[in-house]
């Protein structure tokens, strides 16, 4: 385990794949006890805590879907039974559907608004009100909300959303010492950003920041980290673009 260890707990949610496995693996090399939470990949969650503790640190898994208040609330009743309290929440369990907004159906409307802003709000709700003093809440925007691309405005729309509930928050935690704050990626090499786009179209996407590269979730896990340790105290109310300068 690092030499940083802290004995705080961080939650994780959406840890079991992608961004939030690196976030969880990289919070635990910072000393956090580390809550992985999944949905419905328990093999996937199981292999990042076996990665954690092979790593030597400390980490259970916590099914939970984050969509349903009772899940949330079953989520932080877990990490408190077990841990004694909870320190930090990342909100990273999300998912992406395009379309053009003429074509938009129905259903994958609701489940983006269902999973990333209001499965989002159920955590942070908890999260409000249960963090331990000194903690950080580390929401999940995108680039796209800069961008704003063609296709991406029901998912730039909830991430829209987040950006100001990041800020307002915040403000309502006048005098709690809990910070809020959000990660905004830009394009980065995961199943989610990589699942049904061509060779051309990925490469394109790679050269559109200045520095010619897709983002990691190693580097979307450095930025949370910075604003989950010691150096991130003061950084409160912010949006963090991590996205290689693309916007």
Do not use: C
């Amino acid at each position: 385990m690092s030499e940083q260890a802290n004995n705080n707990v961080a939650i994780v949610t959406g840890a079991s794949r992608g961004i939030g496995a690196a976030v969880a693996k990289r919070l635990a090399e910072d000393g956090f006890t580390v809550v992985v939470n999944y949905a419905g990949s328990a093999k996937a969650a199981d292999e990042v805590v076996k990665a954690i503790e092979a790593a030597g640190g400390t980490a259970i898994t916590a099914q939970a879907d984050v969509s349903k208040p009772a899940d949330a609330r079953r989520l932080f009743d877990q990490a408190e039974e077990v841990y004694g309290g909870v320190d930090v929440l990342v909100n990273n369990a999300g998912v992406m559907s395009l379309s053009p907004i003429a074509d938009m159906k129905d259903d994958d409307f609701d489940r983006l608004f269902d999973i990333n802003v209001k499965g989002s709000y159920n955590t942070m709700r908890e999260a409000a009100k249960r963090l331990r003093k000194g903690g950080r809440i580390i929401n999940f925007s995108s680039s796209v909300v800069g961008l704003l691309q063609p296709g991406y405005a029901p998912y730039a729309a909830t991430k829209a959303a987040i950006e100001a509930t990041t800020v307002v928050l915040a403000r309502e935690l006048r005098g709690k010492e809990i910070t809020v704050n959000a990660v905004a990626p830009g394009p980065t090499a995961t199943e989610l950003f990589l699942n049904g786009k061509s060779d051309e179209l990925v490469s394109h996407l790679a050269k559109l920041a200045p520095l010619e590269r897709l983002g990691t979730p190693e580097d979307i896990a450095a930025a949370v980290a910075f604003l989950a340790g010691p150096d991130g105290g003061w950084i409160n109310g912010q949006v963090l673009r991590a996205n290689g300068g693309i916007i």
